[in-house]
């Protein structure tokens, strides 16, 4: 009744109102066509779903045009143009959109048709956690001294991820890179002009937006290089019939393989464990080969040079010694490692490397 009523008064007034010619008042807006929905801006999750609205107050026979801007139709009434199974209209109003990829971002438009201008518009922007596509992909770099290495972290994600490093080396770890290593790329990617061995280890970049859980991935960073020789002791005294010992310490990588050699390493006469020559070696990985060889009962025909000769992938180096049957000048300190009874024998080392 009251409904009828206040209808009636309505048209009275609108009548009265074209009656007298004036333009429409307060009282004959309720008749107008509104947009009461008000524009949003959404920041959701990959694989959410959003529920956009577009409330319309006296529709009449006009229909709502939904748009993904710039063009795609996606409904026009209740028809699905675009036919996307993850877009769905609710209630012949409102738009769903399902499982968000990062594809449905951007503007979506609810049009009124014939009134283009009353429009209402919703922003979405899809977030995705960071994640990193490491190059090289598998993690390993392997580069001889000397060459120039890169390696890079490209991130993506919603927002754009800070990518971050740190270098772990042994038991230390830490966010300083090591000398010589360059950020480039706005951070992504690290740079060594020319490798050296204090650049070996593993370097970390992990990549963070605020959205989900951060993406870390590592890269093993091996530097291969030449063996790299100590010979100890340098000298020593012997005498006919004594023992005398040398290590040869070799580091390199890979690892070396540790050879003795007589007289001059170009003659290539490798000496073999017997009765008198004793050799043994030991392994400590990544990078050391410790390797002894001992003279026993040692004879006239021992006297001359001999050299510890080093070689893996890269090169090949010696260091030679020579024992000499030489009268010495007697020093303080050398002459309580003389025999009164024997010749002194004189250990001289002439270290020698090539690459
Ligand atoms: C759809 O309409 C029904 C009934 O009017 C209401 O209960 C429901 O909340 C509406 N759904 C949406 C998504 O607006
Ligand atoms: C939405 O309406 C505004 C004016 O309110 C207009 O400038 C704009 O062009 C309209 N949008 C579209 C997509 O028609
Ligand atoms: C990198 O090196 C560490 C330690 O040497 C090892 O545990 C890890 O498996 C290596 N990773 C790759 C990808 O080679
Ligand atoms: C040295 O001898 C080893 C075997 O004892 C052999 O494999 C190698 O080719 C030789 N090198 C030269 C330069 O003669």
Redesign the pocket.
Known sequence: MRLETGLSLRCLCAVVLMVFGRVATEESADTHLRMLSTPSNLNVLEGATVLLPCNVLNLDRNVRIW?H?PSRILFSGTVSVSRDAQIELVNGSSLRISALTPQYAGEY?C?ISHH??????HRIRVLVPPSIHPDPHSGKVIVRKGNPASFSCKASGVPKPVVTWSYEHGDSQSSQLPSGVRQVNGGTELQISSVDVHHAGTYRCSAENDVGEPASTAFNFTVLYAPDLTVKPEWVHGDEGATVEFACTSHSAPPSHVTWMKGDPKHNTSLHSGDRIRMRDKLTPPTTMESWLKLQRLRKEDLGTYACVAKNTVGLSYKMVEISGCEIVQTATRREAISEKQQPLMLRTSPVTQE
Request: proline residues 0%; aromatic residues 0%.
């Open positions: 748009k801007l438009v049009l283009l201008a009353l429009n209402v518009t």
